[in-house]
């Protein structure tokens, strides 16, 4: 009941799983693949082996006989079902492998990105410190020259050189700016500080080559001494121009004193500009705490408009409305702005704080502080504003503000300090839309 098929697969000795993926991995010939089955085929014997573990000597020189028809009968069924599922074996190994290979990089080059990243920062912290580094050395070398000089101290002809050099490379500086329609002010004070620096003669030959370029009879040399193009724009004849009347009053300075005024400028403009951020800070709290006594007016002026309407229209408790009648500036807080400008410069003068409680005066101030308002009643204004100080209330003195008179808490009701809100619109009819 043996088919020769069957009797053929039940002779073959089949691989290993491990031995097959090294055979498969690496370039073995044909050769090296009959010398390993005939390796695992034993003599004198009609099992077929599973293992792929070395033959005996003794069995090494003979070739395998072929097997008995009837020997591997028993054991046909068992081997003969494993061989079809491991013979594909060999190739999904490979597949396998390079399935991370495609996915395995992300993650090298993710890390690879985030070092890259690193660097960069590194390299930009390293180049600011170097930045910083030039300026301190900058200004140390600055601050030398200027001691030595206002100490009367000789400078030496390399020195003069060195700050010769220092101020063309500021000049090259300012022209690029220059050219590219753009002001720099801390370039242009460097550049100012290092002209200062120059020697008395340096100074005189700085003004003759300006002038020979403002007059377009520079020679070559002049303009590679200046480090500037032979062929000037009109940014660069202007700027020469600019030069020349400057230099014609450092000239006859000597540079001692040059370096002293350029110092006492240099303060002066540091101190205006302290000045000028301590007054922007100034009006910055100044209008960080008017915007909060506008809003502390604004909430007690909401709560208690009914209030102010309720007493104008002659209800709530008597000795109330006949306060409210009584005193004219109550009138302002119900009015608009065409019935104040109605009234007369010698009403807003009579118009006073005596009597008037927090409340009203807050109310008031919210009221005279809208746009439209006469120019008589800014005097009015300002008393209330003194009279309340300049100290923002907390939250909780603003909820004490914003209740009314104890004599007037049953009229409450009646016109709450914050409308009702919108009732739910109408359920759809039936059968209509959703």
Request: glycine fraction near 6%; include cysteine; proline fraction near 13%.
């Amino acid at each position: 009941g043996i088919s020769p098929l069957q009797l053929v697969a039940a002779s073959v000795p089949v691989l290993s799983l491990e031995r097959r993926q090294e055979l498969g991995g690496t370039n073995a010939s044909p050769s090296d693949l009959k010398a390993e089955v005939e390796a695992l085929t034993p003599r004198g014997s009609g099992q077929t082996p599973r293992g792929n573990g070395p033959p005996s000597p003794a069995q090494s020189p003979a070739p395998a006989p072929p097997p008995p028809p009837t020997a591997p009968a028993p054991a046909a069924p068992a081997p003969v079902a494993p061989p079809p599922p491991p013979a594909p074996a060999p190739a999904p190994p490979p597949a396998a492998a390079a399935a991370p290979a495609s996915s395995a990089p992300m993650t090298p080059r993710s890390q690879a990105q985030n070092e890259l990243e690193e660097m960069k920062r590194q390299l930009e912290a390293m180049k600011a410190a170097q930045e910083a580094l030039m300026r301190e050395k900058e200004a140390l070398r600055n601050e030398n020259m200027n001691l030595k000089v206002t100490g009367g101290v000789e400078v030496e002809e390399d020195e003069d050189e060195k700050a010769l050099q220092h101020f063309l490379g500021k000049l090259r500086g300012v022209l690029t700016m220059r050219s590219e329609g753009r002001f720099d002010q801390k370039l242009f004070d460097e550049y100012n500080g290092a002209l200062v620096q120059l020697a008395d003669e340096q100074l005189q030959e700085l003004y003759g080559s300006f002038m020979q370029i403002y007059v377009e009879e520079a020679s070559d040399e002049v303009f590679a001494r200046l480090g500037i193009s032979n062929d000037p724009d009109d940014a660069t004849l202007g700027f020469a121009e600019m030069m020349t009347i400057k230099l014609g009053e450092l000239i006859d300075q000597p540079r001692r004193l040059r370096i002293q005024a350029f110092e006492a400028q240099q303060r002066r403009k540091l101190q205006q500009e302290e000045d000028r951020e301590r007054k922007q800070a100034t009006m910055r709290q100044a209008m960080a705490k008017a915007s909060a006594l506008a809003s502390a007016n604004a909430k007690v002026h909401g709560a208690l408009g009914w209030l102010w309407q309720t007493l104008a229209g002659g209800e709530g408790e008597v000795s109330e409305v006949r306060r409210f009648k009584r005193k004219p500036e109550l009138a302002l807080l119900v009015s608009d702005a065409e019935e104040l400008r109605k009234l007369s410069p010698y009403a807003w003068r009579n118009m006073g704080c005596s009597g008037l409680r927090p409340q009203e005066m807050r109310c008031l101030v919210h009221v005279l502080g809208r746009p439209g308002m006469p120019a008589h009643a800014e005097d009015f204004l300002k008393m209330l504003q003194v009279k309340l100080g300049q100290t923002v209330p907390s939250e909780q003195e603003v909820r004490a503000l914003c209740e009314p008179p104890a004599s007037m808490l049953p009229w409450r009701k009646e016109q709450p300090a914050e409308p009702p809100s919108a009732p739910p619109p109408p359920p759809p009819p039936s059968g209509g839309p959703p």
